[in-house]
């Protein structure tokens, strides 16, 4: 599951980065979502992890955060929420 999250939080980052370029800033209309979905799935390995090896988790928690605030960030400058 931490594996999992990290993964997924790695692929939210590069849909972030995807949706940076010019023309392309609606496809965060699909990245906020999956990014959304892995911080749960990060979260859910966080707390469902017995021993000290949290670190995949922690960078899956982290990584997704970033690309959803971003990617809101992104979406509300190019005026994809009026």
């Known amino acids: 599951m931490q ?16 949706a940076f370029f010019p023309c392309l800033g609606s496809l965060n ?3 906020i979502p999956f990014s959304a979905i892995g911080l749960v799935i990060s979260i859910v390995a966080f707390t469902t992890t017995k ?4 670190g995949n988790s922690i960078a899956g928690i982290v990584l997704c955060s ?4 971003f990617g809101l960030i992104r979406l509300v400058a190019g005026g994809g929420i009026l």
């Not at 594996?3 to 995807?18: E, Q, R, Y």
């Not at 021993?51 to 949290?54: E, I, R």
């Not at 970033?66 to 605030?69: D, G, K, R, S, T």
């Open 66 to 69: 970033i690309a959803v605030v």
């Open 51 to 54: 021993d000290q090896m949290k």
């Open 29 to 31: 209309w699909l990245n």
């Open 3 to 18: 594996v999992l999250s990290l993964v997924w939080g790695i692929l939210a980052i590069v849909g972030m980065s995807i």
